[in-house]
């Protein structure tokens, strides 16, 4: 991606840091404003130094004696640009670092903002390390120039005012000034040419290593279970040592350049002596000329180094430039539309034809047909089972009807609009989706369950955590609703992580409820009762909410007004319980062979304890 030329990448850091210019104009221009101040400074500082050699010290070794009044001037002269000086850098400063960090927040928002616009696809494709790289370091790397480029800038006026003032003074020095000078300048875009493969390569090698932290870290479970402790060790260390290399790299070559750098000045300080030395006995020059350029050189030997920084962090910059890009340029965000559904009763949720493959990881490969003509109906305030084998595709479905992806053909619709004309606010006040794998946030039980939303409290709350069956442990925890659950809720059950979640979809009141397999580690009976309890309101209400439930257990199943059974993503039966089990030999071993399973999980272990191990038929690898 920064590869390319290096004439390129210096091309397109000059880009990124126009814009960076176009976002932040006036705090820019306040630093850039110091900095002139202080080069402006520079220079008259070199010339004030000059007159006090030439004006007070070389009389006074003459002559033995000088006016106080000449040294009370000169030291006036001094001190006033050193005070002025203070300010210069205090601006420059302020401003550079105002400018870096405003622009690091804004576009680590922008990133991160951009992540939840995206959709799940995109996500699928890219890995969470990589993701929290390009919101951290590659959002860093991109504004890194930001910091010296106020002070670079105020440093080319001042190397232009430099070689004027050099002009005005003796065209023989302006000479050693003008071979100099762009020696200096010419020595920077080398080095930082040198430099840019290097860092790309640096900033690529950053992002694999946390990749790579970030999945052990996540898989821990996996790797220690699996013993791969010493693969996986060894999987990091390789990346680390590539990384470590061609850090090396990089100080190897600014051991190179820095010394360059550094002695060029003094090279040009020595020449304007030699040359200088002869002007003076020509009479071209006098003694405090002399010393001005030679002091003039010597100071600002450190100013230039600051273009340099700037050069030098280019390519770092395009290349975290190039990976923050990449994610604010991605496409395929799903468009909300207009319509607001009412808030009344329960919803109905209608599939029609609906066709839907998941994109290829790489685009030459061929996408999968996964749902083929799906149709099917959840009548407002009904409950349908929707059954099948691993990968039917019921998930997809799940998916589809909260609209985390849309379909390839047909519609999907609810109360009879298209889920893609809907607001996010309405199509989140409507449907609700609970995974099977639950998501709980390292916060509170009461944060979990109400995610801040504007109208919870803590009697919905409880409300919802009875629905799902899950007041009774929550009233135990030490702290109740104020008990911090830790990061994944590793500090609860499996299946009293599936109730929270469940309990956090029941809070906001949807009208319709899709539980894909959202019960999976609650003991059969619970989840039963659960169902039951979500399908018969409170005496003298109406039901709540639809629901569609990805669902095994024949207790569970039983419950349903309707069961779709799916099998390679197509609709092969729809009935009752009952009248499937008559009539679809392989409905009938399904739910079979998953009752012969639990039954043989119920005998090994209780339920609530474990994790949602995969069990029986279902052996899945959800994301
Ligand atoms: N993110 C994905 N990318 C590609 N294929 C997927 C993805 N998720 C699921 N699939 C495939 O789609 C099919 C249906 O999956 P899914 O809806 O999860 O089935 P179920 O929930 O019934 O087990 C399976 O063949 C599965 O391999
Ligand atoms: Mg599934």
Do not use: C
């Not at 104009?25 to 306040?30: E, G, Y």
């Not at 830790?486 to 009208?511: I, K, M, N, V, Y």
């Not at 799916?566 to 092969?572: D, K, M, Q, T, Y």
């Amino acid at each position: 991606m920064a590869s390319g030329t290096s004439r390129d990448v210096i091309r397109r850091g000059l880009w990124v840091l126009g814009r960076a210019i176009r976002e932040q104009p006036r705090i820019f221009a306040v630093a850039v404003a110091g900095s002139v101040l202080f080069g402006g400074l520079v220079i008259a500082s070199a010339y004030v130094v000059g007159a006090v050699v030439g004006d007070v010290v070389v009389p006074a070794v003459e002559a033995g004696e000088v006016g106080t009044g000449t040294v009370a001037l000169a030291a006036v002269a001094l001190f006033g640009i050193s005070v002025l000086r203070v300010v210069g850098i205090f601006g420059r400063r302020l401003g550079a670092g105002y400018m870096q960090f405003r622009l690091q927040a804004a576009y680590r928002r922008r990133v991160t903002r951009r992540y939840l616009d995206l959709p799940l696809a995109w996500h699928h494709r890219n890995a969470t390390g990589t993701l929290l790289s390009n919101a951290n370091s590659d959002v860093e790397a991109a504004w890194y120039p930001i910091a010296p480029l106020p002070f670079a800038v105020g440093t080319l006026v001042m190397l232009v005012g430099a070689v004027g003032s050099l002009f005005v003074t003796d065209w023989a020095l302006a000479l050693v000034g003008l071979a100099v000078f762009p020696a200096l300048f010419a020595l920077n875009v080398v080095y930082s040419r040198r430099m840019a493969p290097r860092q790309a390569r640096a900033q690529r090698l950053r992002a694999e290593v946390s990749g790579i932290a970030h999945e052990s870290f996540d898989g821990a479970l996996v790797v220690k279970t699996m013993g791969r402790e010493a693969q996986e060790t060894a999987r990091f260390a390789e990346r680390a040592r590539e990384l470590r290399d061609s850090l090396i790299a990089v100080g190897r070559l600014r051991g190179v350049f820095d010394p360059l750098l550094e002695t060029l000045p003094s090279l040009g300080t020595l020449a304007v002596l030699v040359v200088g030395t002869v002007r003076l006995r020509q009479g071209a020059i006098t003694v405090t000329e002399l010393v001005s350029v030679a002091f003039l050189f010597t100071v600002l030997a450190f100013p230039v180094r600051a273009i340099g920084w700037v050069l030098a962090e280019l390519p770092r910059s395009v290349a975290g430039w190039d990976r923050v890009s990449r994610v604010l340029d991605a496409t395929g965000e799903m468009p909300y539309g207009e319509v607001t559904l009412d808030d009344a009763g329960p919803a109905t949720l209608a599939f029609d034809g609906v066709h839907f493959g998941y994109e290829p990881a790489e685009a030459h490969l061929p996408g999968t047909s996964v749902l083929g003509e799906v149709a099917f109906t959840v009548p407002a305030g009904r409950t349908v089972a929707l059954v099948g084998p691993t990968g039917a595709g019921k998930s997809t479905i799940a998916s589809l009807a909260v609209r985390l992806v849309d379909p390839d053909a047909g519609t999907v619709t609810l109360d009879g609009v298209d889920v893609r004309r809907l607001t996010a606010a309405s199509l989140a006040s409507t449907a609700a989706l609970v995974a099977q794998v639950p998501f709980v946030f390292d916060d509170t039980v009461r944060a979990n369950i109400s995610l801040d939303r504007p109208g919870i409290d803590d009697e919905d709350v409880w409300a919802a955590l009875r629905l799902a069956e899950a007041d009774g442990f929550v009233a135990a925890l030490p702290d109740g609703l104020d008990t911090m659950v830790g990061e994944r809720g590793t500090s609860l059950s499996g299946g009293q992580r599936q109730r929270l979640t469940l309990a956090r979809a029941l809070a906001g009141r949807p009208r319709l409820l899709v539980l894909d397999d959202a019960t999976s580690a609650v003991d059969p009976r619970v989840e039963a009762a659960i169902l039951a309890g979500l399908r018969a309101p409170a005496p003298g209400q109406p039901a709540a909410a639809s629901i569609l439930v990805v669902a095994y257990r024949r207790a569970t199943i039983a419950l349903a007004d309707e069961v779709i059974y799916l099998e390679h993503g197509r609709v092969l039966a729809r009935g009752t319980h009952a009248e499937l089990l008559a009539t679809v030999p392989g409905y009938v071993d399904l739910v079979t062979a998953y009752e012969q399973a639990e039954q043989e999980r119920a005998e090994n272990r209780t339920y609530d304890e474990v994790a949602p191990l995969p069990t029986g038929l279902e052996i899945e690898v959800d994301r």
